[in-house]
């Protein structure tokens, strides 16, 4: 009976249900129902649609691969270790969180301030628009999961989080490439809690040199996420998840450096000594609260077999929409495969669980030092 292989799904849900929320970090508040249960899980991932995962943030030797419209990087970790009893839940965690967005164009800039000769021999105007925000937080999580109707089980967590690090980024502009030589006229801000502070004897036009030196004060922040799990029919299972809802974190005195270009010549070495004041900015500190922006997710398992079944879904965030699905197999008594796809990265995983152990891989490659995309998710569940 397709009955029998619920159980055996129930034990490893982050890897046999469909799991685009994955692909996101999503955390899925609703439990399967049991007795009690311990559980450790930690996971990372990285994908992006530019340049190999591993050397994002390096000096690119190669051309990137870019895409008509908006460029996407997507990072995050995790690890928690979770405690759960009749419905009722606590966990400790830490979580990292990238997100970052380009246009085409600022990619290419970005390439070309490495390789000026391959930017500046193409004239035009390019359309610089780049953000990202990326932070990091732990806390507790205090959740509860229950059945409400004979179908539907719903499930809430309130997350406390102590702030770590913040670094938000954004870029607005334009370079005008004539003759040889670029012009670029728009503003750069960088408020990031690892801006060191330096004199403003040693300063230069990209160091933080406020008028005085402060301390960051790394503050407090909260979030909601709410799920809901429906058997549809026996065999065909609904879930919906929102995380982050109401989120925030705070920090007091936050390093912020602000540079306006104002139709400065680039690479910077063309400018003579008296048109520095082209580049012009302010050096503060100030204090920030981050809301979060919401993540959703909603996926549906189809349990075709007793041995197998496929599902699909989707995540998304601040208008990003990933998309997976995937198709699962029980093996032995206790052991469960699950294969899947995503388009946007263009990313295969492949999980195994047995009994209480589970992990789960994806890359766009075979060769890992070329992948654009890495993901890796393992844990024990332990129920009682």
Excluded: C
């Amino acid at each position: 009976m397709r009955s029998s292989l619920l159980p055996l799904l129930a034990l490893l849900p982050g890897l046999a249900l469909a799991s685009p929320e994955n692909l996101l970090a999503i955390h899925n508040p609703v439990q399967a129902p049991s007795g009690s249960e311990l559980k450790f899980e930690a996971s990372a991932f990285a994908g992006n649609d530019l340049y190999a995962a591993h050397r994002l943030a390096d000096e690119w030797a190669n051309p990137p691969d870019t895409r008509p419209g908006r460029n996407l990087a997507v990072g995050h970790a995790r690890a928690e270790l979770s405690a759960q009893y009749a419905g009722f839940s606590v966990s400790s965690f830490k979580r990292f969180d990238g997100f970052g967005t380009a246009t085409r164009d600022a990619v290419n800039f970005y390439y070309g301030s490495q390789q000026p000769d391959s930017l500046l021999a193409r004239p035009g105007t390019l359309d610089l628009r780049y953000g990202f925000t990326g932070f990091s937080a732990s806390g507790v999580r205090l959740g509860w999961s229950g059945q409400v109707q004979e179908k539907l089980r719903v499930g809430f967590s309130l997350n406390l989080m102590k702030a770590g690090i913040l670094r938000q980024e954004r870029i607005k502009g334009t370079a005008t490439v004539s003759g040889g030589v670029g012009t670029v006229a728009g503003t750069r801000t960088l408020l990031y809690t690892g801006l060191d502070y330096t004199p403003a004897a040693e300063a230069n036009i990209n160091d933080f040199s406020p008028y005085a030196q402060s301390t960051t004060d790394k503050g407090q922040g909260r979030s909601l996420d709410l799920g809901m799990q429906w058997d549809l029919r026996p065999d065909l299972h609904l879930t919906l998840i929102a995380n982050d809802l109401l989120g925030q974190l705070s920090w007091k005195q936050v390093p912020e450096l602000t540079q306006n270009f104002n139709d400065a010549n680039w690479p910077l070495e063309f400018n003579v000594p008296g048109s520095t004041a082209k580049i012009t900015g302010t050096n503060r500190y100030r204090d920030y609260t981050l809301h979060l922006k919401p993540k959703l997710s909603s996926s549906l398992r189809w349990d075709a077999a007793d041995t197998w079944g496929v599902d699909g879904g989707f995540a998304t965030r601040a208008g990003v929409f990933l998309p997976e699905a995937g198709a699962f197999w029980r093996w032995a008594e206790a052991g469960i495969a699950r294969l899947s796809y995503e388009p946007r990265f263009g990313s295969l995983g492949l999980g195994l669980g047995y009994g209480p152990f589970f992990v789960e891989g994806r890359t766009d490659r075979t060769n890992l030092n070329n992948a654009h995309t890495v993901g890796l998710q393992a844990g024990v569940a332990l129920r009682f």
